[in-house]
């Protein structure tokens, strides 16, 4: 017999934490019955990867976990959609999702999965939602196999023409390495994020540093290593929500942007809204090195170094918003992402896009977080307004400009 979520340790783990504090049993929601429904609020799962639920898949690199989420972060999630008046209960993006979404009513999910293992794993649940056919948030299977795929991304842009750093992918640490590439040079995994595989060692000045790292991607992370010329420069990052209107979404984007500044120092384009761009303070760790590392990302808020808006002359951040509005489009984002630049101090601050996250971190210390909160933006704003935005997509708007119906709940962002 087919299990019932309730017998599930992960899913009953997850109804435990995700339930408010002072839950009345008829606001307790429970898989089993039914999300219910009232008359504003949608039908939310909000499908999750927790680190502790990761499979043991053998050896793995010390940071291999560094993606997946905590029962902390999807209690924020689902506090935030709550709050806005909308039924929420977690699911866990493992084999048994097709089983349990199958029986539940589901208006929409919520997709934060970045997927626990394989090729293109980010795109395993919305493969999964596509074939039930149910709504998600979020970046479609495949916009989110390109994306996870660095060097893949890269084809796309280089194919748009938007600048990225000159790149050669390695399979095999023998491969001729390109003329065309001057070192020094940067090697990171092909297909990871968080800074995994970014410390010291991956800038290298030699081939024989190259070929040495090379080999130390391909063995520890078992997948291709990306190398791309080492750009000296500023890390900034450029986050947004919304989506373009279908016929923006056809063609390039003018440059420049002619989007509406708003006053916290974002702007707002055709149904897209970019907050401040933010800007990694090296200065303020001199003992680590100048680039975006795990060591550096996974420091705590209080130490972190990060300035939004970054001090940037108004036309270069113009120029980043249009970029990232533009990687946003030719790589098909939905609904938010944030797209990561370097800025070549050799070469005026000209951009470079290193990636876009169309999934990115929305913990209530993500940098899109860090982002919208300088822009004035409350964490429930955010998260709003990304479930709105594929809402949205999907028509389940009713026709309102948004989901948040009466005064309380507009209070509560
Ligand atoms: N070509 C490069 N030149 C200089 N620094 C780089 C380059 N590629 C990556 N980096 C540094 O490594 C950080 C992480 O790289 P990124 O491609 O954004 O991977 P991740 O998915 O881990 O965020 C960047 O923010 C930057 O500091
Ligand atoms: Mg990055």
């Known amino acids: 017999m087919t299990p019932s979520i309730k017998e599930d340790p992960a899913q009953y783990a997850f109804e435990e934490l995700a339930q408010p504090e002072n839950a009345t049993p008829t606001e307790a929601v429970s898989p089993q019955k039914k999300i219910p429904r009232t008359r504003h609020g949608l039908r939310v799962v909000v499908l999750h990867n927790l680190r502790k639920h990761a499979p043991q898949n053998g050896p793995r690199p010390a940071d291999a976990l560094a993606e997946l ?97 000159r790149f050669q992918e390695f399979t095999h640490a ?15 995994p092909n297909r990871e994020g968080t800074g995994m595989g970014i410390d010291t060692g991956s800038m290298v000045r030699s081939e024989a540093q190259l070929r040495e790292r090379v080999e130390y991607i391909l ?24 989506n373009l209107t279908a016929l923006e979404a056809g063609q390039a984007v003018p440059d420049p942007l002619p989007g509406d500044r708003t006053p916290g120092g974002g702007m ?20 680590m090195d100048p680039f975006y590392s795990r060591k550096v990302k996974e420091l705590p808020l209080a130490a972190y170094p990060y300035l939004c808006p970054a001090p940037l002359l108004t036309s270069i951040a113009s120029d980043l918003a249009r970029l990232a509005v533009e990687t ?19 070469e005026n601050l000209k951009p470079y896009i290193l990636e876009i996250n169309s999934l ?18 409350s964490y429930n704003r955010l998260i709003q307004s990304v479930l709105e935005a594929g809402a949205k997509r999907y028509g389940l708007m009713n026709g309102a400009d948004s989901l948040l119906v009466n005064d309380e709940q507009k209070r509560l962002i």
Request: a negative charge.
């Open 69 to 165: 989420d905590s029962e902390t972060n999807v209690a924020a999630y689902a506090a935030a959609l709550r709050a806005a008046g909308h039924h929420v209960i977690g699911l866990d993006g493992n084999p048994d999702l097709f089983r349990h979404l199958k029986r539940l009513k589901v208006d929409i999910c919520f997709n934060t999965c970045e997927g626990y293992r394989g090729d293109g794993r980010e795109a395993q649940v919305p493969a999964v939602l596509e074939m039930i056919g149910i709504p998600y948030t979020g970046g479609k299977v495949t916009c989110l196999a390109n994306t996870l795929d660095k060097a893949a991304t890269k084809r796309i842009l280089v194919a748009s023409g938007l600048p990225t750093p």
């Open 328 to 346: 946003f489009r030719v790589t098909q984002s939905l609904d938010f992402a944030r797209v990561d630049f370097r800025l070549h101090t050799g």
């Open 268 to 287: 707002d384009w055709n149904g897209v809204h970019v907050f401040p761009i933010s800007e990694v303070d090296y200065s303020r760790i001199p003992d």
């Open 360 to 377: 990115p971190g929305l913990t209530p210390i993500s940098d899109l977080t860090l982002c919208a909160l300088a822009e004035g933006w």
């Open 174 to 188: 023998g491969l001729a390495l390109s003329p065309e590439l001057r070192f020094p040079l940067f090697v990171k």
């Open 219 to 242: 063995k520890e992370y078992g997948e291709s290593a990306l190398v791309e010329e080492y750009i000296p420069g500023r890390d900034v990052t450029c986050g947004l929500v919304g």
